[in-house]
């Protein structure tokens, strides 16, 4: 493993009166002090010790290990730097970035509109308020749609992009997930061609692929549908 | 826009935290014998060796203090003529970031001081003044550190 060295050199700490775990907030609280300042973090006598530690003397030993750390190649570690809910819709694994998302609500009336009938729009659902169309996801992805009565685990999720905002039914609200874009998988040839076409990349997300949705499209897609 | 404040003497300095790549604890340098003032020597920077200059050996001609708040700065240097390279930089004291407005700076007023001093900041603690980094090196000290890029103006 490729640890950094310690910011301070052996026995830097050990030398320090470290009054504010004995009698200040993490130790019993006796300083007469305490009371004035409230925290230990008011207090100049840990403003003194901090900057007694980084005016510690530094020794041969501490210029080595570090001078050995940085000459090791660097380990470019990619924490996911963007975030994206996973959701499951007729038996298929989707994902959509975190930031459209407003809201998810428990499954509630939904007013169908007249004439609508296998349509993209489903009816309106009441939320906070507001009535917001209801969309079908899998109508818009080009998916079968299940015929199965929706499960207990499903969800509205409201999604929004500036003023649009729209809510479609997930089967189940799977959880976040953090990934970097430069693991996206690409898009396997033989998914469908309205599926394709909505879906930028694959993520992996516990050993499964999940099919990342640009949410660019699907928007567009979703107001061509009312068009 | 965020500075890194650093200790030159008894006085700070700010850098802007843009020109930084990256904040390295004091670490052991491979010396360089004979070189010019201010060089404090190479780092071996992931395998590839990096020149380090000693902010306060280059101004004051007094090394650097060997202590835990004396951190080597990473910089992004661009060079008058040629592409940005990355240098060390010894400073004294780095231990605080501050942001200000770039319009808060007033030229300073007496010129003729090291080149690399640029205008001056107003603070609780005293005036504070911006280091360029681009203004870093004398034409001596990049010709001994980059000798590869070409002098055009020669």
Known sequence: ?227 | VLYVLVQLGSDRYALPARDIVEVLPLVALKSLPGALRGVAGLLDYHGTAMPVVDLSALALGQPAALRVSTRLLIVRYLPPHGSERLLGLLAERTTEMIKWDPRDFSPAEVSGGARFLGPVVHDPRGLIQRIEVSELLTPELRAALFPEIVEVSR
């Open chain 1, 1 to 227: 493993m490729n640890i950094p060295p310690s910011i301070l050199p052996d026995g830097a700490v050990a030398t320090l009166d470290a009054c504010w775990k004995r009698i200040g907030i993490w130790g019993d609280r006796t300083c007469p002090e305490l009371s004035g300042h409230g925290h230990c973090h008011n207090c100049p006598v840990y403003a003194t010790g901090a900057a007694r530690l980084l005016d510690t003397e530094v020794t041969p030993a501490y210029l080595t290990s570090g001078a050995r750390h940085y000459a090791q190649a660097k380990i470019e570690t990619r924490p996911g730097a963007k975030s994206a809910v996973v959701f499951r819709v007729a038996g298929e694994w989707l994902a959509l970035p975190t930031p459209v998302f407003q809201e998810i609500a428990p499954v509630r009336t939904l007013h169908s509109l007249p004439n609508r009938r296998g349509a993209l729009v489903s009816g309106l659902v009441n939320i906070r308020g507001e009535l917001l169309l209801c969309l079908s996801l899998p109508i818009a992805l080009g998916l079968a749609p299940t015929g199965e009565p929706l499960p207990s685990t499903a969800r509205y999720a409201v999604v929004g992009r500036g003023a649009e905002r729209f809510v479609f039914v997930v089967d189940e609200m799977v959880g976040m997930h953090r990934y970097d874009y430069q693991t996206i998988a690409p898009v396997p040839a033989t998914l469908a061609h309205a599926h394709a076409v909505h879906t930028c990349g694959l993520l992996h997300w516990r050993e499964r692929p999940v099919g990342l949705l640009d949410d660019e499209r699907l928007f567009s897609t979703f107001n061509e549908g009312l068009a």
